[in-house]
């Protein structure tokens, strides 16, 4: 049995090599690929904290409210600016300076596939690099962000996810409070510019008031209609009082005439107050209520756009000390105790079985073409 199974290891080689190229490829890409993930690969680590984005305002989305245009974009926007900023360049610079990722991920003693090749690499394929290390996802469903981050050690995994959260953190604090900073300007210029609006109306108001003499049109109109709503009483009665005159004496009679020259008087001040009310030539009392009332409105309507603009710009001053959007962490960053990369069986298994079957497919197509050439 023994020189049997020395025979059998003895033809194995010859096996092998009979064997057409394209099996034999395979065949070595599969040790190939058994050697690197069983022996060579380099263990990572992988740190995973979950955030979101809260709000503190406390606005309940007013969109006449001035202070809405603090919070401008919603939490899945929110989300997402947070998730560019983690992946960008510049959230790649603080990190190096923080934990010097380049030394970490160039070291020599990893595998040549998974690490940095250069220490000095150009920025852009750092950053290439570091992509391929540092995922963050935004689950649409629970409105969460997934910051993943792997590397060689458990220690600098879990510090590259906390840095990643903390600068995430302090990101969109100086975003809302810069943007409320710039509402508080925005607003101040508008408490200003309504000022100067209210008092132009004020003044327009008083001079108006001045040219015509008159402090109040409405009460003077008012006045006057009284005055001629009691001449035209006055007058009715000596009406009937005439009528009855008239019956006892001549129209030539003293009292007769005395009563009409009451009449006529009463008649030229009713004629006269109505005369002050109403003009043809413009100048009644009705055209200046009419713009009187019509400048009043105006210094109203201004009052009560400053008075807004004060409430608003208190309002934003509030706002802009505020934490007005919070990164909660959902979890912590994890520090692994057992790496999850590779997945040496998966990738073994699936790399073989896929060489095994582009080989199969290969011979097959070689054999159809063997084939119809015979």
Not at 93 to 104: F, I, Q
Not at 336 to 344: I, K, N, S
Request: proline share 3%.
């Amino acid at each position: 049995m023994t020189t049997t199974f020395r025979s059998a290891a003895l033809a194995m080689p010859g096996k092998f090599f009979r064997l057409s190229p394209v099996w034999r490829a395979a065949l070595g890409a599969c040790l190939l690929a058994v050697l690197y993930w069983g022996a060579i690969a380099s263990d990572l680590y992988v740190s995973e904290a979950r955030v979101v984005i809260e709000r503190s305002d406390g606005i309940g989305g007013n969109a006449s409210d001035f202070s809405s245009l603090l919070i401008g974009s919603t939490a899945s926007q929110d989300l997402l600016l947070l998730r560019e900023y983690l992946l960008s360049t510049d959230m790649l610079g603080k990190l190096e300076a923080r934990l010097g990722l380049r030394k970490h991920y160039a070291d020599s003693r990893r595998d040549p596939l998974s690490r940095l090749w250069f220490e000095d690499a150009p920025l852009e394929r750092f950053h290439a690099y570091y992509l391929s290390r540092v995922s963050v996802e935004y689950d649409d469903f629970s409105h969460v962000l997934v910051v993943s981050a792997q590397a060689y050690s458990a220690g600098m995994a879990h510090a590259i996810a906390g840095a990643l959260v903390s600068e995430g953190e302090r990101f969109m604090n100086e975003m809302t409070h810069r943007i409320a900073a710039e509402q508080v300007v925005f607003i101040e210029r508008q408490v200003h510019d309504q000022g100067e609006r209210l008092i132009g109306a004020r003044q327009g108001l008083v001079a108006y008031q001045d040219a015509n003499g008159l402090v109040s049109p409405r009460g003077e109109v008012e006045s006057l209609s009284n005055v001629v709503a009691n001449a035209e009483a006055t007058l009715a009665d000596l009406q009937v009082k005439r009528n009855a005159l008239r019956d006892v004496f001549t129209p030539e009679s003293s009292a007769i005439q005395q009563i009409d020259a009451r009449i006529g008087a009463v008649q030229r001040q009713i004629a006269e107050q109505r005369g002050r009310m109403v003009s043809t030539r413009g100048r009644g009392l009705n055209k200046v209520l009419e713009e009187h009332e019509r400048l009043q409105a105006a210094a109203e309507f201004a009052q009560d756009l400053y008075k807004t603009a004060l409430g608003a710009l208190e309002k934003a001053r509030i706002e802009s000390t505020r934490k007005l959007k919070n990164v909660a962490v959902v979890q912590s960053p994890t520090r692994p105790e057992y790496p999850l990369l590779p997945r040496r069986l998966y990738n073994i298994v699936v790399f073989v079985l896929a060489a095994l079957m582009a080989a199969g497919v290969v011979e097959l197509l070689r054999a159809i073409i063997r084939d119809h050439r015979d």
